[in-house]
Structure formats: C-alpha cells, structure tokens
C-alpha cells in the first residue's frame, strides 16, 4: 500500500511546466528512486511534496490524507523529513546542537535530556557520535552529509525525503551509505523517496523507480527495466546503463 502518493501533479513557473501531471506512489517500507537529467523535475517534486511549493493542480497525499492545504512546517509533524541537494546545515552551531534543530519538531512534551540523548543516538546511527561537540564548520563533506542526514532522522519521520545523498562522496563512501540507507530503513522502519544521480547507488538501492525528463514522468518501474528502457536510455543514462 502506497504510503505517499503525488498525483497528477502540475505546477508552472511562468511559463515553465516543471511538473507536468506527475504521479508517482511510494509503498509503505519501500526505497524509491527519482531519477532523471538535470532540470528533470526532481528537486521540485521534493519540494511540492514537503509543501515548500504550492501546486497549481493535482495532490500530495500522505498516509490518505491531502497535503494540498498542509502547512510546511506541519507536514514534518505529520512525518515527512528531508535532506537537501545542497547542504544547509548552520556552520557556526556544534554537529549536536544542528541535529537538536530537526529534532524540535518531535520534542514537545519531552525533557530535554531525554531530546539531547536521542540526538546522540541518531549522531551514532550514522557514524558521527564522534564529532558531535565540534562546529559543522570544517568537517569534512561525507562527514556533513551524514550530519544533515541525522538531522532529519531526529524529527523521527515515517517517510524520509534524501536529495542527492550521494553526490560528492567517493565511491567508498557511496557503498557505505547504501548500507547505511538500507540499514536506517530496517532499524526505524523508515519508508524512503530519493533524488540521485549515482545510478549504480540507485540500482542497487531502490526497490522502484521513477524517471523524470522535462517535468514528465518518462518510465516507472523496478531498476532491472527502467535500466533497458529506451526512453529513459535516450533522455538521461545514455551509454552508462544501456548495455
């Protein structure tokens, strides 16, 4: 059963149609892929989705519920956290105190020791217990994208939205991170959408995918044929996967 849903999404900027009728469905417990050329669309559904962008038709529907009227910051309460295409942590704050930001919106009605150890804990989840006390400023960039990671992780969603996870890290890093993408998915029983432009990550990783190309859905599937369609061959992968 789909625990998200985007249907028939439309929005225009100006003249631009950056989403043309999408619709796409991400079962419950599932990895899901957004995949598609740069311009796609892809960032914009992220961004319709958490309600950063109001559509000009169509739905987002969570758990059965339309996100269409849903306030931004209200949509994470609901359970929807992302991470983003560029970093956006705040520099001069300490990694822990980064990670206490995304966990505010699940604090209410806690004591704040008890907020501060599951931030630790989230911390330590993705490997970076270790630099909790320092300033994000500095750290290294694998290392920051795990903290924006942990960061959204801390407001304890059910669906998590990861733009670009893998983009800048070596390959080494790219394999952890499956492993650490999977793992977080099994531990905290975490449904996932992700934007990626590392095909082989995402071939392996995702359970579906779904490729955009100019704001239109081209292909959907499992990786095995969205890899071999010609459609998406000819509009994104080119000679990468087609053989």
């Known amino acids: 059963m789909a625990l998200l849903t985007l249907?028939?999404?439309?929005?225009?900027?100006?003249?631009?149609v950056a989403l043309d009728d999408v619709s796409l469905a991400v079962e419950e417990g599932s990895i899901a892929g957004?995949?598609?050329?740069?311009?796609?669309?892809?960032?914009?559904?992220?961004?319709?989705?958490?309600?950063?962008?109001?559509?000009?038709?169509?739905?987002?529907?969570?758990?059965?519920?339309?996100?269409r009227h849903t306030?931004?910051?209200?949509?994470?309460?609901?359970?929807i956290a992302r991470t983003f295409q560029n970093l956006e942590l705040f520099p001069r704050l300490t990694v822990l105190e980064n990670v206490l930001v995304g966990a505010h919106v699940s604090s209410r009605?806690?004591?704040?020791?008890?907020?501060?150890?599951?931030?630790?804990e989230t911390l330590a989840a993705v490997g970076c217990a270790?630099?909790?006390n320092r300033p994000a400023a500095g750290l290294p960039f694998g290392t920051l994208k795990r903290v924006e990671l942990a960061r959204a992780?801390?407001?304890?969603?059910?669906?998590?939205?990861?733009?670009?996870?893998?983009?800048?890290?070596?390959?080494?890093?790219?394999?952890?991170?499956?492993?650490?993408?999977?793992?977080?998915?099994?531990e905290r029983e975490l449904?996932?959408?992700?934007?990626?432009?590392?095909?082989?990550?995402?071939?392996?990783?995702?359970?579906?995918?779904h490729v955009l190309d100019f704001g239109k859905t081209i292909a959907s599937g499992i990786p095995a044929h969205v890899q071999r369609d010609p459609a998406v061959i000819e509009a994104y992968l080119g000679g990468e996967l087609a053989a």
Do not use: W
């Open 7 to 16: 249907d028939q999404a439309r929005l225009r900027f100006g003249g631009i």
């Open 34 to 67: 957004l995949i598609g050329p740069n311009g796609a669309g892809k960032t914009t559904a992220f961004n319709a989705i958490t309600r950063l962008y109001r559509l000009d038709s169509g739905d987002v529907i969570f758990d059965g519920r339309s996100l």
């Open 71 to 79: 306030r931004p910051s209200r949509v994470v309460r609901l359970g």
């Open 109 to 120: 009605f806690r004591r704040e020791r008890d907020v501060r150890r599951d931030a630790l």
């Open 130 to 132: 270790e630099h909790a």
């Open 153 to 186: 992780l801390a407001a304890k969603p059910r669906v998590l939205l990861l733009d670009e996870p893998a983009g800048g890290l070596n390959h080494e890093e790219v394999d952890e991170l499956a492993g650490l993408i999977r793992h977080l998915r099994d």
């Open 191 to 209: 449904t996932i959408l992700l934007v990626e432009h590392h095909m082989r990550l995402v071939m392996q990783l995702c359970d579906h995918v």
